[in-house]
């Protein structure tokens, strides 16, 4: 149950440190981004002439005055001019009046820096070629892991570390890989261990355990024998055994042999990946992607919150207990991309520590693509957590006592996808992977797993050089300037409750209060329809599901629905003009929830749940749009806008325009 409203203590609508945050649904900042363009343009040229000053000029400035050097001139002005008008059909996602997918206007101090970085056109695959940018990435990666609470200091361990990808669909499948390595390098470590002839460790590990307890040592355990191992090496056999040993290991692991050959030596069961069934396709896509077979993803249940029910997480493992399935591990999403929704990655922690005692060991990783950034809100500028009783005075509902249990939870995660081009309000392409820990990188690379210190003992413990990034990471060449552009934004606003913070909580206002207002038009709209919510907003998403009053067949309110959303749909075929709102849709599969929970959204709709196979169709806001609670006119606000068009709109659909979905 929703409980009763608190006032907030200021909602910060009228704050302006917003302001010159954003270019501005009219371009009301046209001269202050025209400027930082201006000098950053100036500025990259200077660069240029400063390099050799003495080189003489390769262009002459004669070329201009030939009619070849013209017409590329020419062509190119024509070009550029059919790009600005072939863009002018893109989606508005600035205005106010937008509010469907996962986007908005863009930070203008993450603009700028990309455009400026551009310029330099750095690439992040190394140091040798991304220059500057690298350690910005590298920086960047340790501001979100800071942002989660969890260590990130790079002079001692354990220390996080995270880098940029191309967006939450390969920080996930990087997660996949990352754990597929340290679930399973345990076993290639003691297959090596026996190949070479040892049989206990320095540290007293026996070598020759049972398969199923390699299969089921935490993340930490796991690393931990693996550098006990080549130390061991290192000790008794020299630089020279600790080579040939990790020369052993390399070659048994799992990412070496296949996933059949090594399932077999080894007598394992295929190993599975537990998600929520409110989990991003992505998830699907790694798995297949990785070899591991989308059938060893398995859904757990979600609850009437379309949040991942713990319960049912509990039947899941002791399944796959039952069974000897390797669990790699467990993925919890904070920020479902169609509900917004945050599942309860406490409890997710807790199962994985209880269970890591019991023999059944898992990672935990936390796909946040949408909602990672919401964390800022929680952390104080000292870096502690916000108590939730200091946030709660600044919002109506938020955050509740699950909401902010999860978000305190994320210290102890294994790893996290994060999207600086979601709500980071970044240019694309910007996502980004952050594990708790640097070690791992180790894993992942084909190079020498140790360096030599001084005195020329090999140290098998020291920290990845992470600046070689292209050798840890799935991608190879990759843009530094959007490392530049995470890096400038997280300067101008930092990754805590009275930086970031401010922009995250602006969403959080306008969603809390869209969320009031539709429970009035509720009431208004009861004579020719029932609106719902069906999922109570966790952030900044809200669903509304809409049934004309008198219907109870599910296929006839999914075509009043379509209808419903051909009044707010984008298409490049259409002006953009001719809708005054841009809105998204969602439809829930019957297979993605309980019956239980199936029969219950029906019953709010006034929907019969005959043989449940209609899934049900919904609208979708995304409310992260800076201005949705600035005046749209003298009487209302964007969000008052919002509303009294899908009044009118339900209402048109309901009298004249019934046509269109009644059969
Ligand atoms: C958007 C999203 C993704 C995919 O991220 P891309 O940046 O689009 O690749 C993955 N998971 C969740 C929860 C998301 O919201």
Wanted: charged share 20%; aromatic share 8%.
């Amino acid at each position: 149950m929703v409980p009763p409203p608190r006032t907030p203590r200021d909602t910060m609508s009228d704050d302006r440190t917003l302001d010159a945050a954003f270019l501005g649904p009219l371009g009301e900042n046209a001269d202050l981004l025209e400027r930082l363009v201006v000098d950053a343009l100036r500025d990259h040229t200077y660069w240029r002439r400063n390099f050799h000053p003495e080189d003489a000029p390769t262009i002459p400035a004669t070329a201009a005055l030939d009619p070849a050097y013209q017409d590329v001139v020419a062509r190119t002005s024509h070009a550029l001019h059919r790009l600005a008008a072939d863009l002018k059909r893109s989606v508005p996602w600035f205005s106010p009046r937008y509010v469907g997918h996962m986007a908005s206007d863009l930070l203008l101090p993450g603009l700028v820096a990309r455009i400026l970085a551009t310029l330099y056109n750095p690439n992040n695959v190394s140091e040798d070629a991304g220059g500057p940018a690298v350690g910005m990435e590298l920086a960047v990666g340790r501001q979100l892991a800071a942002m989660f609470g969890m260590a990130h200091d790079p002079s001692r361990d354990p220390c996080a570390w995270g880098h940029l990808t191309s967006g939450g669909t390969i920080a996930n499948v990087e997660g996949l890989w990352n754990l597929r390595a340290v679930r399973m390098i345990p076993l290639a470590v003691d297959a090596a261990l026996a190949e070479q002839g040892y049989t206990v460790l320095d540290d007293g590990t026996p070598v020759g355990r049972a398969a199923g307890s390699l299969a089921n040592l935490s993340i930490e355990d796991a690393l931990a024998f693996r550098v006990a191992a080549l130390r061991t090496a290192a000790s008794e056999r020299g630089a020279a055994g600790a080579a040939a040993l990790h020369r052993s290991i390399e070659a048994a692991r799992i990412e070496a042999m296949g996933h059949r050959t090594f399932l077999e030596r080894f007598g394992l069961h295929d190993p599975v990946v537990v998600a929520p069934a409110s989990a991003h396709y992505s998830w699907s896509k790694a798995m297949k992607l990785l070899g591991l077979g989308a059938a060893q993803l398995v859904p757990v249940h979600v609850d009437a919150h379309m949040r991942l029910d713990p319960g049912d997480l509990e039947v899941v493992l002791d399944r796959l207990a039952a069974d000897a399935r390797p669990v790699l591990g467990v993925i919890g999403v904070l920020g479902t991309t169609e509900f917004g929704t945050l599942d309860p990655i406490d409890a997710l922690v807790r199962a994985r520590d209880q269970r890591a005692g019991l023999g059944q060991a898992f990672g935990v990783h936390v796909d946040a693509a949408w909602g990672g950034y919401l964390a800022s809100l929680f952390r104080a500028p000292d870096g502690t957590l916000v108590p939730r009783d200091a946030l709660s005075e600044r919002f109506r509902y938020f955050p509740s006592a699950a909401v902010y249990d999860a978000f305190a939870a994320l210290a102890h995660v294994d790893a996290i996808t994060v999207d600086p081009h979601k709500l980071g309000f970044i240019p694309y392409p910007a996502g980004a992977f952050v594990t708790r820990h640097r070690q791992l990188a180790h894993l992942l690379t084909e190079s020498a797993p140790y360096v030599f210190d001084e005195h020329g003992t090999p140290d098998v413990a020291a920290p990845p050089d992470l600046t070689a990034l292209g050798r840890y990471i799935l991608e190879g060449s990759k843009p530094g300037a959007a490392a530049a552009s995470v890096h400038v934004t997280h300067e101008v606003m930092p990754l805590h409750v009275d930086g970031f913070g401010r922009l995250i909580a602006r969403t959080i206002h306008a969603c809390e209060s869209f969320f009031d207002r539709v429970r009035s038009l509720a009431i208004q709209l009861a004579p020719v329809a029932t609106l719902t919510v069906p999922f109570e907003p966790d952030s900044n998403v809200v669903c509304l599901g809409v049934n004309p009053v008198g219907n109870a067949d599910p296929a006839t309110m999914n075509r009043f629905m379509r209808a419903l959303f051909a009044t707010m749909s984008f298409t490049p075929r259409e002006p953009l003009q001719v809708h005054d709102f841009i809105g998204s849709f969602t439809s829930i599969a019957p297979s993605r929830l309980t019956p239980d929970n199936r029969a219950r959204l029906c019953a709010e709709l006034g929907l019969h749940d005959d043989d449940g196979t209609e899934a049900v169709f919904l609208l979708r806001h995304t409310l992260m749009n800076p201005w949705l609670l600035r005046p749209m006119d003298s009487e209302r606000d964007w969000v008052d806008g919002y509303l009294s068009f899908l009044q009118t709109a339900v209402e048109r659909l309901c009298s004249t325009d019934r046509a269109r979905w009644s059969a």
